[in-house]
T-cell receptor, first 111, second 112 residues
Framework: EAGVAQSPRYKIIEKRQSVAFWCNPI?????LYWYQQILGQGPKLLIQ????????DSQLPKDRFSAERLKGVDSTLKIQPAKLEDSAVYLC?????????FGPGTRLTVL | QKEVEQDPGPLSVPEGAIVSLNCTYS??????FMWYRQYSRKGPELLMY????GNKEDGRFTAQVDKSSKYISLFIRDSQPSDSATYLC????????????FGTGTRLLVSP
């Protein structure tokens, strides 16, 4: 069974630029999550989708972050404009039940 | 106060030692407790998953939950250098697919 796929794996941008991350969940998993993991911290949930509807986006900085899940499968997370404090690993996870499976993450560096 | 507290370490042990990793939490609604292992530059992978209080064993790994003390533990027996990683505790309530709340992670180093 293929795992959660994410791209790109690494991204370096200047502050105020925009960036987008892509996630392809495990086939059949209805729930998709985006987490932000800052160095030395545990992952923090940004947004949770159930199929293509948003379940929880309470910790998503909506003035600069946006996310969508097309047709209930793939998802993209966008940051515009990026700030220095957005430097982190962005993890995508998916689940069928309560167990969440994580992708390898995208490491973002904002200079 | 954070909802989940975890000592960041690093915790250094010799090969073969018994390792004890711990988390405390403040939200009494938490019912599901997980331990994830995260190798450098990889995503977290689920190691153990327990519901409510009690113990669960899987090979060299044992997870314990003490809800009365709001304290969870992961024990690793006969630790190996390949166990060197960051161990994250995570938990959520027993109501639908609630978000996981993670600890900061404890970095474990097992030396040969």
């Amino acid at each position: 069974e293929a795992g959660v796929a994410q791209s790109p794996r690494y991204k370096i941008i200047e502050k105020r630029q925009s960036v987008a991350f892509w996630c392809n969940p495990i086939s059949g998993h209805a729930t998709l999550y985006w987490y932000q993991q800052i160095l030395g911290q545990g992952p923090k949930l940004l947004i949770q989708f159930q199929n293509n509807g948003v379940v929880d986006d309470s910790q998503l900085p909506k003035d600069r972050f946006s996310a969508e899940r097309l047709k209930g499968v793939d998802s993209t997370l966008k940051i515009q404009p990026a700030k220095l404090e957005d430097s982190a690993v962005y993890l995508c996870a998916s689940s069928l039940t309560r167990e969440q499976f994580f992708g390898p993450g995208t490491r973002l560096t904002v200079l | 106060q954070k909802e989940v507290e975890q000592d960041p370490g690093p915790l250094s042990v010799p090969e073969g030692a018994i390792v004890s990793l711990n988390c405390t939490y403040s939200n009494s609604a938490f019912q599901y407790f997980m331990w994830y292992r995260q190798y450098s530059r990889k995503g977290p992978e689920l190691l153990m998953y327990t519901y409510s209080s009690g113990n669960k064993e899987d090979g060299r790994f044992t997870a314990q939950v003490d809800k009365s003390s709001k304290y969870i533990s992961l024990f690793i027996r006969d630790s190996q250098p390949s166990d060197s990683a960051t161990y994250l505790c995570a938990m959520n309530p027993d109501t639908g697919f609630q978000k996981l709340v993670f600890g900061t992670g404890t970095r474990l180093l097992v030396s040969p």
